[in-house]
T-cell receptor, first 113, second 113 residues
Framework: AQSVTQLDSQVPVFEEAPVELRCNYS??????LFWYVQYPNQGLQLLLK??????LVESINGFEAEFNKSQTSFHLRKPSVHISDTAEYFC???????????FGKGTRLSVIA | IAGITQAPTSQILAAGRRMTLRCTQD?????MYWYRQDLGLGLRLIHY???????GKGEVPDGYSVSRANTDDFPLTLASAVPSQTSVYFC????????????FGPGTRLTVL
């Protein structure tokens, strides 16, 4: 069964600094990879996903993630964070097929003014 | 368009009582899911349904049951609530399983005393 490891439970960062949230998954077989974001007191929303093709995927609000098959990683990056990026971020993986997503335990990003 | 709704928003329940959390989506999605979110444990899948009339067990199904009589509704029942079921419960839906984006409801905060 798939598993997802988010190495950092909390990441504090100053506004306008770069950030990387790390995600590793357990299997090297073909997978679909996702990042979801949860703002305070809300449900999760899809941030970006990798299904196939280019290994670098981008979101509309400046985040990007790179699929690295050899390292089984899908780290999320942003070159300059804003206060509004403060949220919890979840990495998720699904085997190709109809299997449900497996979520990591989440990384709480706190942007400091 | 409401998307996906959950009721109640929050509930305090005595141990041993029966409780049904409601989830309704108006997007005609085939797949629906129930997760619980606990501090430090992230999101864990309780039960899911890939299509009306079918259900499957997730990572933590014990103490919970679901039904999927139609496309729109996916209620979660706690037959005899216990304090360890205190959590925030999220319902989600997607067009299909696997790679499709999951849309989350606003959550139900349940406290079992």
């Amino acid at each position: 069964a798939q598993s997802v490891t988010q190495l950092d439970s909390q990441v504090p960062v100053f506004e306008e600094a770069p950030v990387e949230l790390r995600c590793n998954y357990s299997s090297s077989v073909s997978v679909y990879l996702f990042w979801y974001v949860q703002y305070p007191n809300q449900g999760l929303q899809l941030l970006l996903k990798y299904l196939s093709g280019s290994t670098l995927v981008e979101s509309i609000n400046g985040f990007e993630a790179e699929f690295n098959k050899s390292q089984t990683s899908f780290h999320l990056r942003k070159p300059s964070v804003h206060i509004s990026d403060t949220a919890e971020y979840f990495c998720a993986v699904s085997d190709q097929g109809n299997t449900p997503l497996v979520f990591g335990k989440g990384t709480r990003l706190s942007v400091i003014a | 368009i409401a998307g996906i709704t959950q009721a109640p928003t929050s509930q305090i329940l005595a141990a041993g009582r029966r409780m049904t959390l409601r989830c309704t989506q108006d997007m005609r999605h085939n797949a629906m899911y129930w997760y619980r979110q606990d501090l430090g444990l992230g999101l864990r899948l309780i039960h899911y349904s890939n299509t009306a009339g079918t259900t499957g067990k997730g990572e933590v199904p014990d103490g919970y049951s679901v039904s999927r009589a139609n496309t729109d509704d996916f209620p979660l029942t706690l037959a005899s609530a216990v304090p360890s079921q205190t959590s925030v419960y999220f319902c989600a839906s997607s067009v299909g399983g696997g790679p499709d984006e999951q849309f989350f409801g606003p959550g139900t905060r349940l406290t079992v005393l």
